[in-house]
């Protein structure tokens, strides 16, 4: 069956490591940090300009001076920092961002990620997706595998305007785990009772299907 | 006002010179940390024409958004715009000049004008709409395009504390774009919470070195919340 | 070492892995600031064959210059140099090779290198011997000349508080090159007179986010002064 | 007769004005700071990250930790601020310093200036100068009008490498307040007691002499 939300989320938490600073988007990226396996610590960076994002505020401690880059009050965790946007970005557009999750319309089997427009449909920006993709060197896309008309996401070329050029390896579909590498899709994992037939199906751009596709375990 | 007293006594005051066909460097993010107060004066002004820079354009009724319905903004530069219906059909009318602006590139733009850094190259945008008619480089075998930089006939800022020398203190997260902002108007303007005097602030704690200001008024804010997003206690 | 904790119990942990022929990006201006207790460390180490990234090179026997007498340094980027007889005998013989940078455009080279900017245009050393061999380009009417972004095997940094998790506070004028040193090292060690628990320093106060630091070790400092100048009181 | 140090300091003084960030250089430039007219406020930016600069401290309140771009030992003053050498770096090339003293060895009919290098001799580097005169719009350089040997250092073409190309308009000398425009040197004011006739025997560049050139006065 395919992913719901939070599987998809549990399952890319499962990529975090101790000591990861990790950028998480808007939608299903956010609540991977609902997911941290015990014992380890990770720190959001909320690209407004926050390194060690708390969890959401109470009534009590709400203030309009804290927000996240989704515009949400929160808090500051233990040991946070805050700085001003262009040390946001260079801190993002330097690298040292461990991690960076984020939802996507299309990604094809370039590596090439489009996120931020539907024209003449959609065009509100693209906020600093376009520097997180550029800037980090491990990222995971997380989107659904097709859209509810059944037409496959992830495809040979991208049909939308793009977010990022060759800056994508790993993709996490409510259907299945994919890398991308030498121009192609590479299936690595599929979702609890999905076939690979079915995955090969909605999978528009190249995919290499191995002897072996282990389903996903979730604790 | 002597010496180094950067204090004006009224908005009027804080905004004199601005005139139609400017150019605006707004700090703040979403609503958080806007110059609220400087942005209604702008609107009471009536002035027109303006190129804004901003990361955003506020609501329809708050912050940026309410300079649209008497179209005074021409042209803006922002990363993430359309939270409110007014801003989409004057943009999709074309009544609106938008320039979608990756907001690390914009915050960059900023900095580099202040900072007398005419352009600069960088990976974001790269082989992207953002790209078009920009110089592509490769350095280390990696793609970037060339940036420039922006300043602004004004600067308006919005900070927490300043001392009447216009050394600026932000409060977390309200700081976001409003340094660099500061160091990128020809003229900054900025509103605060709480005016002190020199010396009272702690020089290894100012965020912005008063060099960059021009003109401080000291405010009262609404700072409206966007997404009110609470836990249970 | 779990988590976030980035504190190293001896100087030798703190710079594991620094080996011959590496680049090291040093903080600190003159002997004000600078990573004392590293710079012994990587004396007695004996490392050579570095490339080295500093506004000075120390003093004969302070600073960088303890690195010359064992010819440690190969090569450095520096702006003002010369304070130690040694360092002139072997720039002159040719055994160290000097490239002279100016002080803003080494500062800008580091945070370009830390902050994923390839290269960027000042008008700083235009029409001077500092602009051989690279580009220039005119904007708006002025010349200016590309510079390139410097990053490091290593970046050694002095702060003055850090908590475990390596958000850094500087004091006075030792902050100098340090924060931008500490963003363009693969590795960043920093040495600190006083280490506290995360939460202690207030997140609207760091002056480096603990994010481009590595290691972090408390060490004792002689803090010499080059200049002694004082007035009657 | 040829202006003291301390004389070429107040002539530099009065070019103040009240509320002016000022980088003073070594040397002379340094003394100017003690010439500040009554009544009016200068901030002196020192280049290594300190904008207020006060006075030499007394043996109590020496500190390792707070000096200026001379590496003498200073104090805070009244209203300062202090940030890393990129921030101040971005002060001065950014033009947001008012006015900047600094001395040189020779400067040119075309406003090249050369201050840092006489090759086999002095090589110990440009530190802040060749960003300080980039950046600033408005530069007094202050020198000898000539050398010991009686050589112009006012010259047709500067000879030492340069530190900056076309971008001093205002030389202070002992002997003359010069002006360069148009590729000419032109003679603004005289030092007490020095002709006309002295000040052009020691100008190699081409100098432009109005009718009237009046004496500098000293309060």
Redesign the interface.
């Known amino acids: 069956m395919a992913l719901s939300r939070e599987q998809i989320a549990q399952r890319v938490a499962q990529e975090l490591q101790?000591?990861f600073?990790v950028n998480l988007g808007i939608g299903i990226p956010t609540l991977v940090a609902n997911y941290v396996p015990d014992g380890?610590?990770v720190?959001l960076?909320?690209?407004?300009?926050?390194?060690?994002m708390g969890?959401?505020?109470?009534?009590?401690e709400?203030?309009?001076?804290?927000?996240?880059a989704?515009?949400?009050?929160?808090t500051?965790a233990?040991?946070?920092?805050?700085?001003?946007?262009?040390?946001?970005?260079?801190?993002?557009?330097?690298?040292?961002?461990d991690l960076t999750v984020l939802g996507a319309f299309e990604v094809d089997v370039q590596g090439?990620i489009a996120s931020y427009?539907i024209p003449g449909k959609l065009?509100?920006?693209?906020?600093?997706?376009?520097?997180l993709v550029?800037?980090a060197e491990n990222i995971i896309v997380t989107m659904t595998h097709a859209s509810k008309h059944g037409e496959s996401k992830l495809l040979s070329q991208c049909t939308l305007?793009?977010?990022?050029?060759?800056c994508i390896n790993k993709v996490l579909t409510d259907l299945a785990f994919i890398e991308i590498k030498d121009n192609r899709f590479h299936l690595v994992e599929r979702a609890p009772g999905v076939s690979v037939e079915e995955i090969k199906a909605l999978t528009a751009g190249e995919l290499v299907i191995p002897e072996n596709v282990p389903e996903m375990t979730f604790i | 006002m002597a010496g180094f007293d950067k204090v004006v006594s009224s908005y009027e005051e804080a905004l004199a010179g601005l005139e139609d066909n400017m150019t605006v460097i707004a700090g703040g993010f979403g609503l958080c940390g806007i110059p609220e107060n400087l942005i209604a004066e702008i609107k009471r002004k009536g002035t027109k024409g303006l190129t804004v820079v901003s990361n955003n354009c506020g609501v329809d009724d708050f912050g940026l958004g309410v300079l649209l319905p008497n179209r005074q903004i021409k042209k803006i530069l922002a990363s993430y715009v359309g939270e409110n219906a007014e801003f989409e059909r004057q943009m999709m009318s074309g009544e609106l000049e938008v320039i979608l602006t990756p907001q690390g590139t914009l915050a960059e733009k900023m900095r580099a004008g202040g900072a007398g850094i005419p352009a600069f190259y960088t990976a974001t945008g790269y082989g992207t709409p953002v790209a078009e008619g920009k110089e592509e480089r490769e350095f280390d075998g990696r793609h970037y395009i060339l940036e420039k930089a922006i300043t602004g006939d004004f600067a308006i800022v919005k900070a927490w504390k300043a001392d009447r020398y216009g050394n600026l203190v932000f409060r977390k997260t309200a700081r976001n774009f409003n340094p660099m902002a500061a160091t990128a108007g020809k003229i900054t303007v900025v509103e605060v919470e709480e005016i002190v005097e020199p010396g009272e602030l702690a020089p290894d704690e100012i965020h912005t070195p008063g060099i960059y200001v021009n003109r401080l008024i000291k405010g009262t804010f609404e700072k409206r919340i966007e997404q009110r997003t609470i836990r249970s206690a």
Do not use: C
Request: charged share 20%; no cysteine.
């Open positions: 101790d000591g600073y380890m610590e720190m960076q909320s690209e407004n300009g926050l390194l060690g969890q959401f505020p109470t009534e009590d709400i203030d309009a001076d804290l927000i996240n989704g515009k949400q009050t929160v500051t233990k040991g946070a920092s805050i700085f001003d946007s262009a040390e946001s970005f260079a801190m993002i557009r330097g690298g040292h961002v090439n427009m065009i509100k920006g693209m906020g600093g997706a376009m520097d550029a800037g305007p793009l977010t990022g050029k060759g």
